[in-house]
């Protein structure tokens, strides 16, 4: 790539790339979870069979296919990180896979049955989490280390600009749905991450583009240092990874529970699938608040260390799971809770996000090292599709036999008891890691 520039510039200003990448992270994330929000409605109000007609999915089975189809999407950044940090680079591998997951929302809008749904969403799977890791530790490679204190910054920007996305997705698809059918609703996702992949496309001379490693790639992963960066690394991982069971959980079992209680706000009934606009709407609120204010003030109190934001995020999670199951405990015993419910519960997981997500991005690319960005990215990733995939496991085993233990507030409750291991497994974890940080090499700006 002689035409592209392949150092970050020493520079203190934030770097011409990020403008490109935020607008294509917005339309992407619009994309996706426009589709997500309905996916779960979709699959037990709108399928039907290869004669037209109706075949919904049992509401455990949909959850378990929902969480599945996560599952995979994050496991696909394996793929993506192979091609971009050891073939082609993240630049041209995310231009590719984009491509393939225009054509896995159409696919959906086109073909509504089970065939359909398998295609589109194993096109979307191989698109979407194929350029996850990729984008993200794009990002990452724009700075050096004059600029690296807008790292933090710009990564905040970065989330901010997936939750706009979301947000506006998941107010407008469901009422798509709900108004104007299947069809209508897969598109318009699809028309935008058409658009996200023309806006990355626009920013290619702005970017600077990291050469692909090849097989030093495969010898730097493979050497001491490389396995003494990842071992703890994958530890932390492991950890974040009950977070992603229960997070996710707002695309399946909130949705359904949202179904029995009372939505009426401010005299508008909100529609099931709408409600997860909530989380999106509260990361643009919460991330400066919690930039801005929180941790300035927790910081009198204790380092705010990435391990200890993560730390305090998984407490967060056991909160706010605590009051979705006496939520799900009110709605056993015949009573329809108020929707405010469950938006207070979306604001303990959204603060638990903030501390969680957001810092894992920034944590995972400074602790790679240099040749390893894209598959560091996406081992992180893998956390969020294990924990997704133990979802789906979970779900598919009630289908299957059902235990009464797990009916009602005791699946909410199953899923708070393991949070809460896994939080305090987690700061006993974290008290022993050594942090590291690795950044691209820069060139003069002139």
Same mark, same amino acid.
Request: with cysteine; proline share 6%.
């Given at each position: %790539?002689?035409?592209?520039?392949?150092?970050p510039?020493?520079?203190?200003?934030v770097?011409?790339?990020?403008?490109?990448i935020?607008?294509? #992270?917005?339309? #992407?994330?619009?994309?996706?979870? +426009?589709?997500?929000?309905?996916l /779960? /409605?979709?699959?037990?109000?709108?399928? /039907?069979?290869?004669? +037209?007609?109706?075949?919904? =999915?049992?509401?455990? #089975?949909?959850?378990g296919?929902?969480?599945?189809?996560?599952?995979?999407?994050?496991?696909?950044?394996?793929?993506?990180?192979?091609?971009?940090d +050891?073939?082609?680079?993240?630049?041209?591998?995310? &231009?590719?896979?984009s491509?393939?997951?225009?054509?896995?929302?159409f696919?959906?809008?086109?073909?509504?049955?089970?065939? @359909?749904?398998?295609?589109?969403?194993?096109?979307?799977?191989?698109?979407? @989490?194929?350029?996850?890791?990729?984008?993200?530790?794009? /990002?990452?490679?724009?700075?050096?280390?004059?600029?690296?204190?807008?790292?933090?910054?710009?990564?905040s920007?970065f989330?901010?600009s997936?939750?706009?996305?979301?947000?506006?997705? %998941?107010?407008?698809?469901?009422?798509?749905?709900?108004?104007h059918?299947?069809?209508?609703?897969?598109?318009?996702?699809?028309?935008? %991450?058409?658009?996200a992949?023309?806006?990355?496309w626009?920013?290619?001379h702005?970017?600077?583009?990291?050469?692909?490693?090849?097989m030093?790639?495969?010898? #730097?992963?493979a050497?001491?240092e490389?396995?003494?960066?990842?071992? $703890?690394?994958?530890?932390?991982?492991?950890?974040?990874t009950?977070?992603?069971?229960?997070?996710?959980?707002?695309?399946?079992?909130?949705?359904?529970?949202?179904?029995?209680?009372?939505?009426l706000?401010?005299?508008?009934? *909100?529609?099931?699938?709408? &409600?997860?606009?909530?989380?999106?709407?509260?990361?643009?609120?919460?991330? $400066?608040?919690?930039y801005?204010?929180?941790?300035?003030?927790?910081?009198?109190?204790?380092p705010?260390?990435?391990?200890?934001? *993560?730390?305090?995020?998984? %407490?967060?999670?056991v909160?706010?799971?605590a009051l979705?199951?006496?939520?799900?405990t009110?709605?056993?015993?015949?009573?329809?809770?108020?929707?405010?419910?469950?938006?207070?519960?979306y604001?303990?997981?959204?603060?638990?996000?903030?501390m969680?997500?957001?810092?894992?991005?920034?944590?995972?690319y400074?602790?790679? $090292?240099?040749? =390893?960005?894209?598959?560091? =990215?996406?081992?992180?990733?893998?956390?969020?599709?294990?924990?997704n995939?133990?979802?789906?496991?979970?779900n598919?085993?009630?289908?299957?036999?059902? $235990?009464?233990?797990?009916?009602?507030?005791?699946?909410?409750?199953?899923?708070?008891?393991?949070?809460?291991?896994?939080?305090? +497994?987690?700061?006993?974890?974290?008290?022993?890691?050594?942090?590291?940080?690795?950044?691209?090499?820069e060139?003069?700006?002139h």
């Amino acid at each position: %790539m002689p035409s592209y520039r392949t150092a970050p510039l020493a520079s203190c200003k934030v770097p011409p790339g990020i403008p490109f990448i935020v607008g294509n #992270e917005l339309a #992407e994330r619009f994309s996706y979870y +426009g589709m997500r929000a309905i996916l /779960v /409605v979709f699959m037990t109000r709108y399928l /039907v069979d290869a004669a +037209g007609n109706p075949a919904p =999915m049992p509401d455990s #089975e949909a959850k378990g296919y929902f969480h599945l189809f996560v599952s995979i999407t994050y496991f696909t950044p394996f793929l993506g990180a192979l091609l971009a940090d +050891g073939v082609l680079g993240k630049y041209r591998t995310i &231009i590719a896979l984009s491509l393939v997951y225009c054509l896995g929302h159409f696919a959906l809008a086109l073909d509504d049955t089970r065939t @359909g749904l398998l295609l589109g969403q194993s096109l979307i799977a191989l698109g979407a @989490g194929g350029i996850k890791p990729c984008v993200s530790a794009h /990002v990452g490679d724009q700075f050096g280390q004059s600029n690296r204190h807008l790292l933090s910054k710009v990564y905040s920007w970065f989330y901010l600009s997936i939750s706009l996305g979301a947000f506006a997705s %998941m107010l407008l698809i469901p009422w798509l749905l709900e108004r104007h059918g299947a069809a209508t609703a897969f598109a318009v996702p699809g028309l935008l %991450m058409l658009l996200a992949t023309i806006v990355f496309w626009s920013g290619r001379h702005r970017f600077v583009h990291i050469p692909p490693a090849g097989m030093r790639f495969v010898r #730097e992963a493979a050497s001491g240092e490389g396995l003494r960066c990842l071992a $703890p690394l994958l530890g932390v991982f492991a950890f974040v990874t009950m977070f992603w069971a229960l997070f996710d959980q707002t695309g399946s079992s909130w949705v359904l529970q949202s179904q029995h209680m009372d939505r009426l706000l401010f005299g508008y009934e *909100i529609l099931p699938s709408q &409600i997860q606009a909530a989380n999106p709407l509260l990361i643009v609120l919460l991330t $400066p608040l919690f930039y801005r204010v929180l941790y300035p003030v927790l910081e009198r109190l204790a380092p705010m260390t990435a391990l200890n934001k *993560i730390a305090l995020g998984l %407490m967060f999670t056991v909160l706010a799971f605590a009051l979705a199951a006496w939520i799900q405990t009110r709605i056993d015993a015949g009573i329809k809770p108020g929707i405010a419910w469950q938006l207070l519960a979306y604001l303990l997981l959204t603060s638990a996000e903030v501390m969680v997500s957001i810092t894992s991005l920034e944590f995972a690319y400074t602790q790679a $090292p240099l040749s =390893m960005k894209s598959f560091v =990215m996406s081992l992180y990733l893998g956390a969020v599709a294990l924990g997704n995939l133990f979802t789906a496991l979970v779900n598919f085993w009630i289908e299957k036999s059902a $235990p009464p233990w797990l009916a009602g507030a005791g699946y909410f409750w199953f899923f708070t008891g393991l949070m809460l291991v896994t939080a305090l +497994g987690f700061f006993a974890y974290s008290r022993n890691y050594r942090e590291r940080s690795y950044l691209q090499a820069e060139r003069p700006e002139h």
